[in-house]
């Protein structure tokens, strides 16, 4: 039996309680896949350190040098 045909099975045998508990962690899924693929970030951090890495100064310096200019 495919997966399909055992998933409409199960949820033909169900009770009311029991299709109520199950709609909610449908929507459970759908809420998570959706928050789940906004917070996607633009690059890994691989892909940064490969990008950074032909850099010869130092960013930390740099910053710091910045914010002693600041105060």
Same mark, same amino acid.
Do not use: W
């Given at each position: 039996m495919k997966i399909k045909e055992s998933i409409y099975d199960a949820v033909n045998t169900?009770?009311?309680?029991?299709? %109520?508990?199950?709609?909610?962690? %449908?929507?459970?899924?759908?809420?998570?896949?959706?928050?789940?693929?906004?917070?996607?970030?633009?690059?890994?951090?691989e892909d940064i350190l490969e990008m950074t890495s032909s850099s010869e100064s130092r960013w930390a310096d740099a910053v710091i040098e910045e914010r002693a200019e600041r105060i």
């Open positions: 169900m009770n009311l309680n029991e299709l %109520i508990f199950l709609y909610e962690q %449908i929507r459970f899924f759908e809420k998570k896949k959706n928050v789940s693929t906004k917070k996607k970030p633009r690059f890994s951090i």
